[in-house]
């Protein structure tokens, strides 16, 4: 079973940065796509933005130009570079990744970070 283990949040203040990563303890198969999400609170999950295994991103457009979604394969971690941070990025931060079970057709297994706490204020 696929473990990902979120590195720790913290306190930034506006226009600040923080690079967040997530790394898969140990993998029972391939990872496909994997991503972050976010929860503000009273609001509901939301994505933040995603990538393939090959490379491939894409992000919420509140978050674009601002951050940048990469990962390390060889290492089974993704990570979150955030700049130019904003107080309505103050949320819990969830990484997830795709455990493909089958190609055709594609199936996949979705596994979750613990959640790290994100927050933005002077």
């Known amino acids: 079973q696929v473990q990902l283990v979120e590195s720790e949040g913290g306190l930034v203040q506006p226009g600040g940065s923080l690079r967040l990563s997530c790394a898969a303890s140990r993998s029972f198969g391939s990872i496909d796509t994997m991503g972050w999400h976010r929860q503000a609170p009273g609001k509901e999950r939301e994505l933040v933005a995603t990538i393939t295994s090959d490379g491939t991103t894409a992000y919420a457009s509140s978050v674009k130009g601002r951050f940048t979604i990469s990962r390390d394969n060889a290492k089974n971690t993704v990570y979150l570079q955030m700049n130019s941070m904003k107080p309505e990025d103050t949320a819990v931060y969830y990484c997830?990744?795709?455990?493909?079970?089958?190609?055709?057709?594609?199936?996949?297994?979705?596994?979750w970070g613990q959640g790290t706490l994100v927050t933005v204020s002077s």
């Open positions: 997830n990744a795709h455990v493909v079970l089958h190609l055709v057709p594609y199936n996949y297994r979705e596994v």
